[in-house]
């Protein structure tokens, strides 16, 4: 339902972004603590790397960054059954003194899209095909829903991926730098 109604809200564009202060590790933080559970039972490894140059401090929208977060690290736990999936975080531009672009990458080994299924991924109500709809469930609106957000935040998404070798989805956002950041 919630993500019915966030797609609702930015189709009428009335999702607005926050422009507050945060701390990444906490968002990191909040989002392990999600997903480690579920990945725990299947026997998944979850591995988090920060890069040392991005920014502990940031501002924007804490809230729709963990949602894309976890949108995409939910997904990696629901079609992957053995190995890993990894959540990486790097700064690709900008310094400490204005806004930075960060890359956002969630990886899994799991089952994997043909260059066909990972074309359609970001349509709305759409999944890899109907019998993914059917063995994992699910709406098909994450993934739109986190296009658009990503957007917002002034990012693109996009997805690497082979059959039985897992996937990749790669997002860039900007944030902007506090004047006075804590210290790492």
């Given at each position: 339902i919630n993500d019915v109604l966030d797609f609702s809200k930015i189709e009428a564009g009335k999702l607005e972004m926050e422009k507050i202060g945060f701390e990444l590790d906490e968002v990191i933080r909040n989002l392990v603590t999600l997903i480690d559970m579920k990945a725990s039972e299947k026997g998944i490894e979850?591995?988090?790397?920060?890069?040392?140059?991005?920014?502990?401090s940031l501002m924007g929208d804490p809230l729709r960054l963990g949602q894309v977060?976890?949108?995409?690290?939910?997904?990696?736990?629901?079609?992957?059954?053995?190995?890993?999936?990894?959540?990486?975080?790097?700064?690709?531009?900008?310094?400490?003194?204005?806004?930075?672009?960060?890359?956002?990458e969630v990886s899994d080994t799991g089952i994997g899209m043909t260059p066909e299924q990972s074309a359609r991924l970001f349509s709305a109500f759409t999944q890899a095909d109907s019998s993914t709809t059917r063995r994992?469930?699910?709406?098909?609106?994450?993934?739109?829903?986190?296009?658009?957000?990503v957007e917002m935040m002034g990012g693109d998404i996009?997805?690497?991926s082979e059959p039985g070798?897992?996937?990749?989805?790669?997002?860039?956002?900007?944030?902007?730098?506090?004047?006075?950041p804590a210290p790492r």
């Open positions: 979850l591995l988090v790397r920060v890069d040392s140059s991005v920014p502990p977060l976890l949108n995409l690290a939910g997904n990696a736990v629901k079609f992957t059954e053995k190995g890993q999936i990894s959540v990486a975080v790097e700064r690709v531009a900008g310094d400490d003194a204005g806004p930075v672009s960060l890359r956002f994992y469930g699910g709406t098909g609106l994450g993934l739109a829903i986190s296009k658009r957000i996009r997805i690497e070798k897992g996937s990749s989805f790669i997002f860039t956002a900007w944030f902007d730098v506090p004047s006075a």
